[in-house]
């Protein structure tokens, strides 16, 4: 029975498949919905079932698991949940597709009975624990694809069985541990992505036998050490290196210029030093990006044309500089972003000079020289605090192309108001379509009569140019005039989570597996900033205007304008302004609103919890508005936002006088979810995995929300606490 590729929907009949014999079922690409009907073997003959792109609901029935007839199973891009189903002996079976659904639970070590797998694709789920070893058993097995999870546990040996493995993708889980060695008998391996886990060890030498390699992704770790003069052997790598944001130190091996037929380099966000000289040679190369790390020198000549298309991947590298070139090359003049090399070398010389000077005439001029510094050191730190510039980050020069910012400015009509799309605090946000159904979004942020607004822009180009994570917006470009700065991000569909939840009347859909995912999804961004970035990243006004959703749902942490790195000092942190949004600042910080801006913040200082909450001080709320813990608590409001559907400021929050003490008070009073969950989900908790999911994600909501700082957890323990599966939650409430 194939029905593939047409516009079928409705429910497929739960009796299908009883007193009859498939053979075949494709209803691949379809509307269909409901649930899998839970007989399709029952005539002990289902070679084929491909369920593929649909709307499909429910779990997978454990009559598909035991099928010992099943030689091809695809259940791909659905809305299925639930566990995976426990496999029968099967030898036949040939290929498991299950990606991008909401699976749940750990991976059942009983998919090791189907022998004769060759392909096996669960990405893009919520599978939990760990790798099963029992894997080890499929030796015909060619690609294994469990990227996206919740996976954690180290790689277990026995993988190294697998030795006709040509792809192996575990990338975007919570792995940990180094790479075995035991993995070295992947000979036949062709792509390895082990991307944004927690690995650590160094890259293994043994990666240089693996001589079949066109592909190496092992950015996002905590790798560490030298990058290995051995990965130079891998002569095959065409379509990508990624060794960024791992903290590799030292210079780059020479022998990475072997690497002749590579395309895509990334060693972002290291600590690596020395020159890039060995990157002259790859003249292959169709995108590289060595930002934020301490190169020096000349940038080789066959690179100019990716500078000047993408000088965001050179970016944090202040002692790099451009070689005037002759006539055919990028000229001095066509790019500033860089320093011109023999200024350098001149500006180097004219320093000793200096230095010998005031070596001669120090006896002399020593109280005056001091004094001179003082002043001079005293003006400069008022000019840079008037620009919004912080750390001597240079960033003026380093703008995109001109011809895309033409682009942007045809395609808004000169930033029409008819394109505007959202406003915050320091900008207004426009709509962007480029030809080639390409679609941005690029915000506008005025300086003139905008205090802060030229400090905003510099704090969130330089925060968000150096991080890479699929939960954190990513900066395409940008572009500073006179009295205003424009920056370009990527488009999100689905607008922000202000305008899934309250921005629609009546109320727009939004199931609870959708809630689940930008839950979790954002407490990863923000584990990220808290954890792998170096130094620490904390955003400081974390709220649903602030978390922007792509055509899947998926969260993107934006508005970087007020973040902070936690290794400046303190005193740089003190303002006079409060960062943060009303209704999502911890109390600390509330309870120093009202202290130091009394008009700002008088709609909320009268409140019974700010009262009560003096002891707050001990929060210190001077250094808590850059702490870690002040994210923490706004994204447990965030939370009950999502839990709740009401606002954090709700006008039914009369005693409580927030969505924080409202949630707590109903909690400790009934502690049933159904009195504070938003009345359209409460349905869904009729399947108690899915209340025993929103109770877990209540409480963590609870802790996150704690007036003391040290009760709530980190938000590493966030992440763990919400994949972790609880099938005993109720007993364990308090």
């Known amino acids: 029975m194939s029905l593939f590729n047409n516009q079928f929907f409705g429910v497929i009949p739960q009796s299908l498949g009883i007193n009859s014999s498939l053979l075949q079922l494709d209803f691949t690409s379809n509307k269909f919905t409901g649930e899998i009907p839970p007989n399709l073997c029952h005539g002990k003959q289902l070679r084929v079932l491909n369920m593929g792109g649909n709307q499909l609901q429910g779990s997978i029935p454990s009559d598909v698991g035991g099928c010992s007839t099943l030689w091809r199973l695809k259940l791909e891009k659905n809305n299925l949940s639930g566990a995976l189903p426990e496999f029968a002996e099967n030898p036949i079976l040939n290929y498991v597709g299950i990606s991008k659904n909401n699976i749940t639970g750990p991976i059942p070590p009983s998919i090791g009975n189907c022998s004769g797998l060759t392909v096996i694709d669960l990405s893009m789920n919520k599978l939990t624990g760990f790798i099963p070893p029992e894997l080890g058993k499929l030796t015909n097995l060619q690609e294994l694809n469990l990227s996206s999870n919740h996976l954690e546990g180290s790689l277990p040996s026995q993988l190294s069985k697998c030795y006709k493995l040509g792809k192996f993708d575990v990338g975007f889980n919570s792995l940990n541990g180094s790479i075995p060695l035991s993995l070295r008998n992947w000979t036949s391996l062709s792509a390895l992505i082990l991307r944004e886990n927690h690995f650590t060890g160094g890259i293994p030498l043994f990666l240089s036998e693996l001589e079949m390699l066109t592909e190496l992704q092992l950015g996002g770790n905590l790798l560490g050490g030298e990058i290995p003069s051995s990965i130079g052997s891998l002569k095959s790598l065409q379509y990508a290196l990624n060794l960024s944001n791992n903290g590799f130190f030292g210079e780059l091996p020479s022998e990475l210029g072997n690497l002749i037929m590579l395309e895509q380099l990334d060693i972002s966000n290291n600590n690596l030093t020395g020159t890039i000289a060995a990157l002259g040679k790859l003249q292959s190369l169709v995108q590289v990006n060595i930002s934020f790390n301490h190169f020096n020198g000349p940038i080789p000549e066959t690179l100019m044309n990716l500078l000047n298309s993408s000088p965001s991947s050179f970016w944090g590298n202040p002692d790099l500089c451009v070689s005037c070139l002759p006539s055919g090359g990028l000229t001095c003049n066509e790019n500033r972003s860089f320093k011109r090399c023999d200024s350098q070398s001149r500006n180097q010389g004219g320093l000793s000079k200096v230095a010998v000077a005031m070596i001669a005439f120090a006896s002399v001029v020593a109280v005056f020289l001091l004094l001179g510094l003082v002043y001079m050191f005293i003006l400069c730190r008022r000019c840079k605090q008037k620009l919004g510039i912080e750390n001597d980050v240079e960033l003026a020069g380093q703008e995109g192309p001109s011809s895309l910012l033409n682009e942007v400015m045809q395609a808004t009509e000169n930033l029409n108001d008819k394109h505007i799309i959202g406003r915050g605090t320091h900008g207004t946000v426009y709509k962007v379509s480029l030809a080639g159904d390409k679609i941005f979004a690029v915000k506008k942020i005025v300086f003139t009569g905008n205090k802060g607004g030229n400090k905003s822009m510099f704090t969130e180009i330089r925060t968000v140019g150096k991080i890479r994570h699929r939960n954190l917006i990513k900066l395409e470009g940008f572009w500073l005039r006179k009295d205003y700065g424009l920056i370009l991000y990527a488009y999100m569909q689905n607008g922000s989570l202000r305008d899934v939840l309250h921005g629609t009347t009546p109320p727009q859909t939004l199931e609870w597996s959708v809630r689940y995912k930008i839950a979790v999804g954002t407490a990863h961004g923000l584990e990220y900033l808290h954890y792998f970035c170096d130094p620490p990243i904390v955003h400081r006004d974390i709220k649903p205007e602030n978390i922007l959703l792509d055509s899947d749902m998926e969260p993107h942490i934006s508005d970087f304008g007020i973040a902070k790195l936690l290794d400046q000092s303190s005193a740089s942190a003190q303002s006079l302004l409060v960062p943060g949004t009303i209704g999502y600042i911890a109390p600390g910080n509330l309870f120093t609103c009202c202290f130091k801006q009394p008009l700002f ?130 007993g364990k409430r308090s």
């Open 601 to 730: 913040c008088y709609p909320i200082c009268s409140y019974s919890n700010i009262k009560e909450s003096s002891f707050a001080l001990t929060e210190n709320a001077f250094s808590t508005m850059k702490s870690k813990e002040s994210d923490v608590y706004s994204y447990g409001v965030v939370l009950l936002e999502l839990i709740t559907r009401k606002k954090a400021s709700d006008p039914l929050f009369v005693e409580e006088t927030d969505i924080v003490g409202w949630a707590r008070s109903v909690w400790s009073s009934t502690e049933d979810i159904n009195r504070i969950a938003d009345s359209s989900i409460r349905e869904e908790f009729l399947d108690s995995n899915i209340m025993n999911q929103a109770i877990v994600m209540l409480l963590v909501a609870l802790r996150c929300t704690e007036k003391e700082l040290y009760k709530r957890p980190s938000m590493r323990d966030v992440v763990k606490q919400l994949v972790k599966r609880n099938d005993n939650i109720r």
